[in-house]
């Protein structure tokens, strides 16, 4: 058996956004994938306290764009879990870091960067064709077990 370690530096700090919460742009499309949300109109904005749909039923044929900084209490490697129904993506300082698009029911994917104390620019993608729909990230620093993030570690 071979195990391969890299070293790595955390991405450093930057600063933190002063309103708490996530911008929050809508976005309607008939999508199969994710589309370039920054190249679209936004149907709607506001903010919202933490990450998920914040609605007993999502709508079809729909996207979201979340985005501000989430702030980390250490300098650690951190796991991160989004699970989504249909397709999502999360940045964190412009770095991919979980991958979870496409059309598919809910179902988790996990990814992971070392982040340094402090907080961190965040990027959320998501799009619901039809059916069902869920959103939902949790962290994990290393060693530890996953936890949704709370709505404390957010800000725009």
């Known amino acids: 058996a071979e195990k391969r370690f890299e070293k790595v530096e955390p991405l450093p ?3 933190s956004g002063k309103t708490k ?3 929050r742009s809508m976005y309607m499309g008939d999508w199969n994938a994710l ?3 920054g190249a679209l109109s936004s149907t709607e904005t506001g903010v919202c306290d933490s990450i998920g749909l914040g609605l007993d039923k999502f709508p079809e044929y729909a996207g979201l764009r979340l985005s501000g900084t989430m702030s980390v209490s ?3 490697v951190f796991r ?3 699970n989504s129904d249909d397709g999502s993506r999360l940045w964190i300082d412009g770095v991919l870091v979980v991958d979870n698009d496409g059309l598919h029911g809910p179902v988790s994917k996990v990814g992971a960067i070392a982040l340094a104390k402090g907080a961190h620019v965040l990027r959320l993608d998501y799009f619901n064709k039809t059916g069902g729909s ?3 990230l949790s962290w994990a620093q290393s060693g530890g077990g996953f936890e ?3 709505a404390k570690a957010y800000r725009h």
Do not use: H, I, M, N
């Open 80 to 82: 991160f879990a989004l």
């Open 13 to 15: 700090a930057v600063g």
């Open 35 to 37: 589309p370039d949300f």
């Open 134 to 136: 869920a959103l939902k």
């Open 148 to 150: 949704e993030v709370p």
């Open 74 to 76: 250490a300098t650690s």
């Open 21 to 23: 919460g996530l911008s």
